[in-house]
């Protein structure tokens, strides 16, 4: 498709200016030649879920170019494997990067492909940068700052690191709160990781955990411009808002942007919603631009010919991607109106299977399962499985806040009556902790999902109300890409326990006293 953008744009000069916009759409053809146009009757299905695009960009594209990863290990070797294969750009964020020999031999692999590049270029095209959370990256003598600040000094001229800082931890409270529990004010939680037009977004983060034995969920997209070019956008305008990492291991703002902690939290926070919004609103007027070609009925003869081209491409399309954010402090919440529409507006005998490694789902979340028709398979992680377990002091207790926490929504539950529509299970698995989060939508009647969420939101307050969050709904009529989605539902389904009414009366479900007092104080947080 790179030679019918070629010839398209050689064909007609005169207008190559108002068709730069269609590159990318050819440009992401590659995959689609040989697909069908969808039916009636799967389109029908599609144009249910259409209002997403009225409130971000929606990207079309062929299902076979996603590909559903099932393991950490996976995870690690695609990162490694699309590490050395970039040319043009590495860009990752996500909550830390950690310190030990897996990590390292990421690092290793970022300055291998940076040392490449110089060697094939006078001037090295590669571009990598990096955004971590400021107060996660920070923690400890050894962190992440330490373990990307040699690449900061080799290629000063091709690195960048960012530190996202929250407006919400400054001044006395700053002062006063120590290390790790600075963390429950607010994070960078964005877990996107890019090379030059490949995508991999997930919840998991850039530890090793997440490399061996912590489950997660993660979705490659190959050979999708667009929407590499809209989340190097969008992380690179959250960067702008950040510290930026310096070779002393200082980290300050970017001149002429209010500072997170010692400057005026309005300013800082109104300037973060224009530079942010300024990426999803650019991308969807391009879009319009292109719909708004693409269907003149005076386009010239050539201009024709081109949007034929376009035409036929979108018809093979059968897959829709639609990157949804959520950002409370600076009043974005895309991801929140988006997650509540598809559970209001969920039929009767559709079902949906909803995932999260925390489950502190939001009173309005809990309440919209409780009321609405579908029927919901939650699944939970464990308390052996919660990556908080054996943790010391006050943090060791959290999971028996997740315990008490989920046995108050059983009882909801019970309490309606609505224990053949709301079923919640248990994912445990010997050795390993449990961090997946999104859903899987299925319709009436259907043996497969046609929409899922993938990214990371956990459903629960901090996602909604604190931390930097982003996913992707990934709308999809094709077969194949459907069954992946399915199969990747009961792979993680399949290692659970139903929650039944006895499995509180387990001595491991035992919650002390104290944690039920505190709970409800402290459930805003973690």
Request: aromatic residues 10%; contains cysteine; hydrophobic residues 40%.
């Amino acid at each position: 498709m790179e030679e019918l953008s070629t010839v398209a744009f050689l064909t007609v000069p005169a207008v190559r200016s108002s068709y730069l916009l269609l590159a990318p759409l050819l440009a992401q053809a590659k995959a689609r030649a040989d697909l069908p146009p969808p039916t009636c009757a799967l389109a029908h299905n599609v144009q249910r879920f259409q209002w997403i695009g009225e409130l971000v960009p929606s990207f079309r594209i062929s299902g076979s170019q996603v590909n559903v990863l099932t393991s950490p290990s996976e995870f690690y070797d695609a990162l490694k494997e699309h590490i050395k294969m970039a040319k043009k750009r590495i860009v990752l964020a996500s909550l830390y990067l950690g310190t030990g020999p897996l990590e390292q031999e990421l690092v290793d692999c970022i300055e291998e492909a940076l040392r490449r590049s110089q060697e094939e270029a006078m001037t090295p095209d590669l571009r990598v940068a990096v955004l971590l959370d400021c107060t996660r990256g920070s923690r400890g003598k050894k962190n992440s700052r330490t373990m990307l600040i040699p690449l900061l000094k080799k290629f000063p001229k091709q690195v960048r690191i960012s530190l996202y800082h929250t407006p919400d931890l400054r001044g006395i409270l700053k002062l006063l709160v120590p290390e790790r529990f600075n963390e429950t004010i607010g994070l960078q939680h964005i877990k996107i990781y890019l090379f030059d037009h490949n995508v991999i977004i997930s919840g998991a983060n850039l530890s090793d955990s997440y490399f061996t034995n912590r489950q997660d969920r993660y979705v490659l997209l190959r050979d999708c411009s667009e929407i590499a070019d809209f989340f190097d956008e969008l992380i690179n305008a959250v960067s702008d808002i950040s510290l930026q990492l310096e070779q002393n291991d200082t980290a300050d703002v970017k001149p002429g942007m209010v500072h997170p902690f010692t400057g005026s939290r309005r300013d800082f926070c109104l300037a973060a919603n224009e530079r942010i919004m300024a990426v999803v609103n650019e991308a969807r007027c391009k879009q319009q631009h292109v719909t708004h070609l693409t269907s003149s009925a005076e386009a010239p003869e050539e201009e024709s010919a081109l949007n034929g081209d376009i035409d036929r491409i979108l018809s093979q399309a059968d897959t829709w991607i639609y990157p949804i954010i959520q950002m409370k402090p600076f009043e974005i919440r895309i991801d929140e109106q988006v997650t509540e529409t598809l559970m209001t507006e969920a039929q009767e005998d559709s079902r949906i299977y909803l995932t999260s490694g925390y489950f502190n789902l939001t009173q309005t979340y809990m309440n919209l399962i409780l009321r609405t028709s579908a029927d919901y398979q939650i699944l939970l992680a464990s308390p052996e499985v919660n990556g908080f377990f054996g943790a010391q002091g006050v943090a060791g207790a959290i999971p028996s806040a997740y315990v008490y926490i989920a046995r108050q929504f059983y009882n909801r539950v019970c309490l309606n009556g609505l224990q053949g529509r709301i079923m919640l299970h248990e994912y445990f698995r010997k050795g390993w902790t449990f961090h997946a989060k999104g859903l899987w939508y299925y319709l009436s009647g259907s043996k497969w999902p046609c929409l899922t969420l993938i990214g990371s939101p956990n459903f629960g307050y901090r996602s909604v109300h604190r931390d930097l969050e982003a996913q992707l709904v990934i709308v999809t009529e094709n077969r194949k890409l459907q069954q992946q989605l399915h199969q990747e539902q009961e792979h993680l389904y399949h290692l659970s326990n139903e929650v039944l009414s006895t499995t509180f009366d387990q001595p491991n479900r035992h919650v002390k006293l104290w944690v039920k007092l505190i709970t409800p104080f402290i459930k805003n947080f973690f």
